[in-house]
């Protein structure tokens, strides 16, 4: 047994002594049930945790990770997730959080292939392609990274604002609002992007389902 799979067990087992001592019915409360009034769309990067970044505690949050936190209409996954959410849950708040120095969004700016990863790269690029008269204008290649994972993110609300699933809750007057965040791994901040959504009205009348 690695050192590190050690740890990992052992710190397992320190973290339920130190919740016990802190909360001694903590895991029985957990056990009832859950009713988190957020889900979190975020990168896969292991430098982002959902929880801890704003502060949460176990069942607060509701939570999705792919690579450059994608909303991509035919995936079931993200699917699934989000309807489980909204409809059986009844979250009030879906953020999609992305951050500065994105793997998935840097790898979207360059030709080298990754693997099978490249197919799913396709979606950031068909973003950029959307932008690219406005990103390729910026000629400082940070500026333009960061400009590009800020983008990303608004296209994903955006994206999310779309999907029936969404659209059926806010024709049934649910309570929903879509926000889109940018995260500082340098600074640890969260910055509303202020691309914040609670209707269809907000989208082009294309996007707009009758029901």
Request: proline fraction near 0%; aromatic fraction near 8%.
């Given at each position: 047994m690695s050192d590190f799979y050690k740890k990992i067990l052992d710190n397992n087992k320190q973290w339920v002594v130190n919740a016990l001592e802190k909360d001694p019915n903590f895991f029985a409360d957990l056990a009832k049930g859950q009713t988190p009034p957020l889900l979190?769309?975020?990168?896969s990067d292991s430098r982002v945790p959902a929880n801890e970044i704003i502060g949460a505690k176990p069942g607060e949050v509701f939570?999705?990770?792919?690579?450059?936190n994608m909303v991509v209409h035919s995936d079931m996954n993200?699917?699934?997730v989000l309807d489980y959410a909204v409809n059986v849950l009844k979250v009030k708040h879906v953020i999609v959080c992305g951050h500065y120095g994105c793997g998935g969004i840097k790898a979207a700016m360059g030709n080298q292939s990754i693997g099978i990863i490249d197919n799913w790269i396709r979606h950031i690029k068909d973003v950029y392609r959307l932008?690219?008269?406005y990103l390729d204008s910026i000629e400082d290649e940070t500026e333009r990274f960061n400009a590009?994972?800020?983008i990303n993110i608004k296209e994903q609300v955006f994206d999310l604002s779309k999907t029936s699933i969404v659209q059926a809750a806010w024709k049934?007057?649910?309570d929903l609002s879509i926000h889109g965040w940018v995260y500082g791994l340098n600074s640890g901040f969260?910055?509303?992007l202020e691309v914040n959504i609670s209707s269809n009205s907000d989208l082009d009348e294309v996007f707009q389902l009758q029901f």
């Open positions: 979190w769309i975020g990168c939570v999705h990770r792919n690579i450059a993200m699917l699934s932008h690219n008269t590009f994972v800020e049934s007057g649910q969260v910055t509303d």
